[in-house]
């Protein structure tokens, strides 16, 4: 599962906006506010995560390590 912050990171490193990881995704704006405002690993529904996950990934994101220890972003290799 991937964190706030993760998200966060992610978007930074592609110099994305929420609106262009809205539009990768199909998760309102609203709902990523949201999702990059919690501490952790963010509540709520399985499918928005995965979703925002897998157009970071389509991307070139890797998402590495884990909500406990380490977790982090870099492109992938």
């Known amino acids: 599962m991937i964190t706030s912050a993760q998200i966060r990171s ?3 490193l592609l ?7 809205s ?3 199909g998760v309102g ?8 405002s919690a501490e952790g690993v963010p509540s709520g529904n399985i499918k ?3 979703a925002v996950q897998k157009a970071f990934e389509e991307a070139g994101i890797e998402f590495i390590g884990t ?6 972003v870099r492109f992938r290799p």
């Open 29 to 36: 704006i609203s709902a990523l506010m949201r999702l990059e």
């Open 48 to 50: 928005t995560l995965n």
């Open 67 to 72: 909500p406990e220890s380490g977790a982090g």
């Open 10 to 12: 992610a978007r930074a």
């Open 15 to 21: 110099n994305w906006s929420r609106e262009m990881l």
């Open 23 to 25: 539009i990768a995704c």
